[in-house]
């Protein structure tokens, strides 16, 4: 069809179209005002603020600011006098983050560095060395980002190093448990069947004996000895674990599931049950560096310090706000670091002492690269990592 006749076609008119167009709107418009109404009472509070309402959802749909309201927005869930960028931490250590914008380290003066894109990473022993993961690739790196060895799998995630010597890795490979030398030599299969949730290993000596808890497919805790294969003990939690983590003595071992907090003996005795407050579920957890406090994320909305050891312990608030993700604790065990998404900040909180809180926000950008753009996984606390304490 050729522009003159798509013209004409919006150009034509049916005869008395105008009209025909007036004479509806009359019996439509009769029609409206004759109609029997109840008579509706709205609370004043709703009339006024529901212009409010419209102009806000106007202007982050329609509007080319959208994209500033929602940063406003999006700034108010957070602390109000957050540093605009991490000049330093409150602790001596270093953070170690991953995620879309790739790994990084953040020193205790404030200054950051990139070792590269993998989106996964993990402390070894004492910060010398930064275990990595990439969906087909696991690799060793020194702080500086420089490859040490490197390891084609499939489906790789998790890299876990053992504690005190970092003599060998664990990780998770397209649902089964491998072992690997710290050198990135001696890669073998541990176990088949194993959910996707974190091992741990057991704290010991040096040279082992290289226990590694993990998770199977079916929710079943397993305790396997990682140089002869032997299952130590296993344990059913009843809810399905969502996390490992060892005590820093290797005494204890706290399985976390949406609803409570088990503590294992190291020969598989149940120690004690933190049931959370009914209607809380826990979404992240760690030990303290002395295994005695367990913090933990309840329903994404607050922050919460427990006793690890005591028989019916009382779970205090530090920080409430919605969007909190995740919490690592600092080296000393004085400072728990808040991740907190929704309002891009990272949030310190003193518990130790004198209550403070500082924050910092801007976080997705300070650890971006390129196109990978997103808020940073929190790995650990040198030389504190995930899942375990040392």
Not at 9 to 25: C, I, K, S
Not at 52 to 75: D, F, K, Y
Not at 135 to 159: F, M, N
Request: hydrophobic fraction near 45%; charged fraction near 20%; charge should be positive.
């Amino acid at each position: 069809m050729s522009a003159a006749t798509r013209r004409r076609l919006r150009e034509f008119r049916a005869p008395d179209e105008v009209g025909a167009e007036n004479r509806t709107w009359r019996v439509i418009r009769s029609a409206y005002l004759d109609r029997r109404t109840a008579p509706v009472r709205r609370p004043r509070w709703r009339l006024a603020v529901a212009p409010v309402l419209a102009v806000l959802v106007a202007a982050l749909v329609l509007s080319p600011a959208g994209a500033s309201v929602r940063r406003l927005i999006t700034q108010a869930l957070g602390e109000k006098h957050a540093a605009p960028a991490l000049f330093s931490l409150p602790s001596p250590g270093r953070i170690l983050v991953a995620g879309p914008g790739g790994t990084w380290t953040a020193a205790a003066d404030g200054s950051t560095r990139r070792l590269g894109p993998w989106p996964q990473a993990s402390w070894s022993p004492h910060g010398r060395f930064v275990a990595v993961a990439s969906p087909d690739q696991l690799a060793a790196v020194d702080p500086h980002g420089t490859i040490r060895w490197e390891l084609a799998r499939p489906g790789v995630s998790d890299p876990r190093w053992y504690l005190p010597s970092g003599y060998r890795v664990a990780y998770l490979s397209a649902g089964t448990l491998r072992v690997v030398a710290g050198d990135g030599t001696g890669d073998r299969l541990l176990a088949t069947g194993v959910a996707r949730v974190a091992p741990a290993w057991r704290p010991g000596q040096p040279d082992g004996p290289y226990q590694l808890a993990y998770v199977t497919a079916g929710g079943r805790v397993v305790v396997r000895d990682a140089g002869g294969g032997r299952i130590v003990w296993s344990a059913s939690p009843g809810m399905r674990p969502q996390e490992l983590m060892w005590s820093a003595d290797g005494r204890r071992l706290l399985v976390l599931s949406a609803r409570q907090a088990r503590i294992y003996s190291a020969n598989g005795a149940r120690v004690s049950t933190l049931a959370l407050p009914r209607g809380d579920t826990a979404t992240d957890a760690a030990l303290s560096p002395d295994g005695r406090k367990l913090a933990l994320v309840l329903g994404g909305r607050e922050v919460a310090v427990a006793g690890a050891r005591a028989p019916a312990p009382t779970i205090r608030q530090v920080l409430a706000g919605p969007g909190v993700r995740a919490v690592s604790w600092s080296p000393d065990g004085r400072w728990l670091l808040v991740s907190w998404p929704a309002a891009n900040q990272w949030v310190f909180v003193r518990v130790a002492g004198v209550p403070r809180v500082a924050a910092v926000s801007r976080i997705a950008q300070q650890f971006s690269s390129g196109g990978g753009r997103g808020f940073p996984q929190i790995e650990g606390w040198c030389c504190t990592a995930r899942g375990q304490a040392g």
